[in-house]
């Protein structure tokens, strides 16, 4: 694979607890790497993300399989599998003010005859690394980021990949 990258869109937001980056996948690339990075606020988690249709809708609605492997600074790995899940955790911040950072590798999203994988690499309370599949063949343009408290703030980069 190529390493140029092709800067498409950048977004931010503060004090939301949802951020939708619209019109990022096209058929120019087949490749797209998306940079994440905020505060999880107080009491957020796991934060997630979805791919969307043209329309606005989740393409991988109780759709999206994922294994995570979370590696802890003071303790053993753990790992977490989901299947027909209706979102996918990009990071973890555990339950308290956390900064986090995520790298997003995401693969044939606009392409209607295959399934959406992504590689995520991310960092905040532990690291992950992650494998996630949408598992239908809709053409995917935009992402929505959510958590269930505020984002304080959220910053979003998408480059393709040439």
């Known amino acids: 694979m190529s390493t140029n990258l092709e800067f498409i869109k950048s977004a931010s937001a503060d004090n939301v607890s949802s ?4 019109d990022i996948f096209s ?5 797209y790497e998306v940079f994440i990075r905020g505060n ?16 606005g809708s989740d393409i ?16 053993t790995f ?10 996918f955790e990009f990071a973890y911040t555990g339950s308290s003010d956390k900064d986090f950072g995520a790298k997003i590798t995401v693969f044939n999203p606009f ?5 959406t994988f992504a ?8 690291g992950g690394k992650a494998i996630v599949v ?22 979003v980069s998408v480059y393709g990949v040439k």
Do not use: C
């Open 19 to 22: 951020l939708t980056v619209t």
């Open 27 to 31: 058929a120019n690339y087949d490749v």
């Open 40 to 55: 999880g606020s107080q009491n957020v988690s796991s934060i997630s993300a979805e791919f969307l249709d043209s329309g």
């Open 60 to 75: 991988g609605q109780s759709n999206y399989d994922t294994a995570i492997l979370r590696m802890h600074p003071n303790e």
């Open 78 to 87: 753990s790992e977490v599998r989901t299947t027909n899940a209706n979102t």
């Open 111 to 115: 392409s209607s005859s295959s399934y």
């Open 119 to 126: 590689n995520i690499q991310s960092m905040s309370i532990s």
């Open 134 to 155: 949408a598992t239908v063949t809709t053409s995917a343009v935009s992402m929505k980021f959510s958590a269930n408290q505020n984002y304080t703030p959220i910053n």
